[in-house]
């Protein structure tokens, strides 16, 4: 494709190209990006405690990049979002392996496209991230009420504001994937089952359970959640056994 598409793959490879830069001027082989991590609400403290200092790690702002590609900045703030990201390894890992980190995120609720709110996905698609964790705070109406705090691991998901915000709306570009993406393992199996041998190594309690996404900013209403739990437990009751395979392992 030749038409310029913002925030499409013309764009991620020119921020790729950017970060990949930065990253070798601090002595980092840009190759080794295979990991990225999105932190969300509550995670802000990630960075510090398991990523390298901001001396031996690339911090940019979003809005750094966006100036960059000649779109908007943004001057919304959102509390325990830094909007930026951070190119390090693991902290006293001894490894190389390069971890890509968007601390905070940017939300259509600001008054952005979706194209954009997932724009720096696609940048960690270009630069060779194999293995995503995102992170959010949910939990709450879970089937088992879960203690606070403790960590949910998303298995499935309802989606209540995607016709809102979309971000495949408008042309597509085979070269970022198909036009018509399947939905059925968002969350992959083999991935979950990591996480929670990870946690259970730990001692660390793991629930499961089914994110529902509405499209904010607002809090939900009482009735709201009532639909949601209603929601959740149809989807989870019909989900343990569907097509011979145990789509939901716990609760």
């Known amino acids: 494709m030749t038409n310029k598409i913002e925030y499409g793959y013309d764009d991620a490879m020119r921020t790729a190209d950017m970060i990949m830069e930065k990253a070798e001027d601090h002595g980092m082989a840009s190759d080794e990006i295979k990991d990225g991590v999105i932190l969300g609400s509550g995670l802000g403290g990630f960075a510090d405690e398991h990523l390298e200092s901001s001396d031996n790690a690339v911090e940019i702002p979003y809005n750094n990049i966006y100036e960059t590609l000649g779109r908007p900045a943004s001057h ?98 085979d070269r970022l994937g198909p036009r018509f993406p399947h939905m059925s393992n968002l969350y992959p199996r083999s991935t979950q089952i990591t996480a929670i041998e990870a946690a259970r190594d730990l001692s660390i309690p793991l629930a499961q359970g089914i994110y529902v996404r509405f499209q904010g900013p607002n809090y939900e209403s009482p009735e709201d959640i009532s639909r949601a739990v209603n929601l959740v437990e149809n989807a989870w009751e019909r989900g343990k056994n569907r097509h011979g395979e145990h789509r939901f392992q716990g609760e």
Do not use: C, W
């Not at 270009?126 to 009420?145: D, E, M, Q």
């Open 76 to 173: 919304s703030r959102v509390p325990g979002h830094a909007k930026k990201i951070i190119i390090s390894p693991i902290k006293d890992s001894g490894s190389e392996r390069l971890v890509m980190a968007l601390s905070g995120r940017e939300h259509p609720y600001e008054g952005i496209s979706g194209q954009r709110a997932t724009f720096l996905l696609r940048v960690m698609q270009v630069l060779g991230v194999k293995t995503l964790f995102g992170s959010n705070a949910s939990g709450v109406i879970t089937p088992n009420t879960l203690g606070i705090p403790s960590l949910m691991l998303n298995n499935g998901n309802f989606d209540l504001a995607i016709a809102a915000d979309n971000p495949l709306y408008g042309p597509n570009d």
